[in-house]
């Protein structure tokens, strides 16, 4: 699969089948957040899995949310805070960042094998902390339910490209050059650089453009 049809695929799955994960599946979910990059390759993370039923109930006990109860198995990725990067300009430190990065990888290398994830952050940290024991220095950051879908992907809903993402530099280069062509459907300038029409958002094909 490409990856960017990994991407599409992925969603955010709240109904899952009582099918539960094989291990060889799990093992190697758990080596791709592994292998997620950090900050001075510090991994300040710890992966909890939780299966037993004891800690299932533990874990939607933080979550007031019917769907959750369907998930046959979870993993808390927690940051290490003392053992992350902190940027020396201004102190900021990085594990937020770095177990975003690890879960997503979890959430993609899931989806890859044909399962179901999705990112609970809204859940009681502090009584997760209590009930899993974890000491003070290991926050639980993001819950991940994993388990085989028994819900549909609805349609994506996200910004416009023109809206999240702005070049500074590339279009005053083709303006130079004189190299000014129109949006098949709104007639407005585009330059090289773009796959979205600014204006009308209309994915731009290469035969858009003369050469
Ligand atoms: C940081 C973060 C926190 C989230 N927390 C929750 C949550 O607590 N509960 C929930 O149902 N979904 C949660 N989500 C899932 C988002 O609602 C979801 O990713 C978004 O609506 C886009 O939908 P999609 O994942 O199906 O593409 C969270 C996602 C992120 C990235």
């Known amino acids: 699969m490409k990856f960017s049809e990994l991407v599409e695929k992925r969603y955010s799955v709240r109904s899952y089948t009582e099918e539960a994960v094989d291990d060889s599946q799990l093992n190697e979910i758990?080596?791709?957040a592994r292998l997620a990059p950090s900050a001075v390759n510090l991994q300040p993370w710890k992966f909890i899995v939780v299966r037993s039923e004891e800690g299932r109930k533990k874990v939607c006990s933080?979550?007031?949310r019917d769907w959750i109860q369907t998930a046959p198995m979870f993993i808390i990725c927690c940051v290490c805070h003392d053992e992350a990067w902190v940027?020396?300009?201004d102190q900021k430190e990085h594990g937020n960042i770095d177990i975003a990065i690890a879960a997503e990888h979890i959430c993609l290398a899931a989806t890859e094998q044909g399962l179901g994830t999705c990112w609970v952050c809204n859940f009681d940290a502090v009584k997760c902390s209590e009930l899993f024991n974890l000491p003070s220095n290991i926050e639980p950051a993001v819950i991940i339910p994993l388990g085989h879908p028994a819900d549909e992907a609805k349609p994506k809903t996200r910004k416009a490209m023109n809206e999240i993402v702005e070049y500074v530099d590339d279009v005053k280069e083709d303006k130079k050059c004189g190299q000014v062509y129109h949006c098949n459907d709104c007639g407005a300038d585009i330059y090289?650089?773009?796959v979205f029409c600014d204006k009308c958002g209309k994915k731009l094909d290469h035969f858009d453009f003369e050469d």
Request: glycine share 0%; net charge positive; proline share 0%.
């Open 30 to 32: 758990l080596e791709c």
């Open 62 to 64: 933080t979550y007031k």
């Open 87 to 89: 940027r020396k300009y």
């Open 192 to 194: 090289k650089h773009m």
